[in-house]
């Protein structure tokens, strides 16, 4: 993976080791995972209580990935709110997911807790911030929605959300106190640590290079010379998916999601910026996201460009939005660069393939994927272990490469110019 002008603030716990753990060569397995982010791992502890023997494969290091590398933002829900899951999904799949997207974020703090995870966190909710008239319609109608099925948000004043943030410009916002922060590559190492202990085997530095089956069983070969034989095959790689499939990297778009980290905040600072510490997005369609990290530092993340950074220049915009926000911070260094790929589908809704019996696909998160993926990583093994198709939340689909992929980049571009100048234009 290329993580060149790439350095990330968060840190694996010092008790972090590395994974060199794999099944001998021809004994079969119940399952092979690909991929050691926070979807394979969650998969490999929950199918590994199940009592299946689990095998996960990771090309680097565990939390290489998106998962090491995110914002740290804890968020129930999907892009999409109940009213139109229920009219989507029609009444009985769409209250599950209903459901099942409000309990992502309580899985995640669950596990924390339960599991005793060595991952510092704070949970006190996520600030949908609005910039626009439209922006705060949009956030009553969440909060009316999600208010009605008892969830603990609420909406804020223009005065509200000035002292909880302290940043400029915002007309109001909605509260989710469901969500909270934490760190995220501490947060994939534990589970990496706890499905270990729970017996998976794990093995870094294993690319996966081909999957192919041979009298009914799944055969795995890795760049460096592991073959496994498996009764069944979770690819979780999701932005980072290559040609192991066909057709399944052309299923999704993946974009550069940017991040820089401030100097630690003086006392003064860190009193007048988010002082209860909670996370928060804002409403413009090229979305900013900020939060603190345990060590004092503002967070701030969005999009940026799809080619390979270069350098520090690449990440002003992000620098230009921080001072938008926080005009206080003009003297303040950025300490920290990084960046890392987000898996959007067409439909803005994650995608769970099965295109054979025994290989599974999941892919697209839309940039939710802490609470996401760890919720759909015990669904997924619960799915493994029974069969039953109704522990999966979203309905299994085919691989649909879309149209024109080849020339996605050239249309994400243009669509974020666009974006960029109704967001400029936009009150
Ligand atoms: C900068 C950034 C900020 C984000 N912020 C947030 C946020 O604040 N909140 C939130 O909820 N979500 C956020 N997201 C999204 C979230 O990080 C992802 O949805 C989630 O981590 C996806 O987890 P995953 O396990 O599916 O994929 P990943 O963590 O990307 O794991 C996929 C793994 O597959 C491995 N892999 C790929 N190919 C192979 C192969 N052939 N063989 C072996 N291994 C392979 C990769 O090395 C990688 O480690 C953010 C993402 C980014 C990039």
């Not at 092979?32 to 680097?60: F, K, N």
């Not at 989507?88 to 799949?93: I, Q, W």
């Not at 000035?162 to 007309?171: I, K, P, W």
């Not at 660069?337 to 067409?346: C, L």
């Amino acid at each position: 993976m290329h993580l060149r002008f790439s350095d990330p603030i968060w840190q694996k716990p010092r008790t972090a080791t590395a994974f060199q753990s794999l099944f001998p060569a021809g004994q079969c397995v119940d399952v092979v995972i690909v991929g050691g982010g926070i979807l394979g791992l969650s998969t490999a502890l929950h199918a590994a209580r199940l009592g299946l023997a689990v095998q996960v494969l990771e090309a680097g290091e565990i939390g290489n990935g998106a998962s090491g590398l995110n914002g740290g933002q804890v968020i129930p829900g999907l892009k999409y709110d109940p009213d139109w899951l229920l009219e989507h999904f029609g009444l009985e799949r769409g209250e599950a997911l209903v459901n099942f997207a409000a309990s992502t974020a309580d899985t995640v703090f669950e596990l924390i807790r339960d599991e005793r995870l060595a991952v510092p966190f704070v949970r006190d909710g996520w600030i949908q911030a609005a910039h626009t008239e439209t922006a705060l319609k949009a956030a009553a109608n969440r909060d009316r929605q999600w208010r009605a099925r008892g969830a603990d948000v609420r909406l804020l004043s223009r005065t509200e959300i000035a002292t909880m943030t302290g940043a400029q410009g915002y007309l109001g916002g909605w509260l989710d106190r469901r969500a909270g922060v934490i760190d995220p590559l501490a947060y994939t190492s534990e589970l990496a640590r706890v499905a270990a202990a729970a017996g998976v085997k794990i093995a870094e530095r294993q690319n996966v290079m081909q999957i192919s089956k041979n009298a009914g069983f799944w055969h795995v070969s890795t760049e460096s010379g592991a073959e496994l034989q498996a009764k069944a095959v979770v690819l979780a790689t999701n932005a980072y998916t290559g040609g192991l499939l066909p057709g399944l990297a052309e299923t999704i778009v993946p974009l550069h999601s940017f991040q820089i980290a401030t100097a630690p905040l003086s006392s003064n600072l860190a009193a007048a910026i988010l002082p209860e510490g909670q996370a928060v997005s804002d409403s413009r369609r090229i979305l900013v996201y900020y939060r603190k990290s345990a060590d004092g530092r503002l967070v701030l993340g969005g999009r940026g460009r799809m080619a390979f950074p270069n350098g520090p220049a690449d990440w002003a915009h992000l620098e230009r939005a921080l001072l938008r926000l926080y005009p206080a911070l003009s003297d303040i260094a950025i300490e920290k660069r990084w960046f890392g790929r987000v898996a959007m589908t067409p439909d803005h809704l994650p995608h769970i393939h099965e295109p054979e019996k025994g290989l599974l696909a999941v892919v697209g998160c839309q940039g939710r994927g802490i609470g996401l993926m760890t919720a759909l990583g015990e669904r997924i093994a619960s799915y493994l272990s029974s069969g039953d198709t109704r522990q999966l939340p979203f309905p299994v689909s085919p691989i649909r490469p879309f149209p024109f992929h080849a020339f996605r980049q050239v249309g994400v571009a243009a669509t974020i110019a666009w974006y960029r100048m109704l967001d400029a234009f936009e009150r």
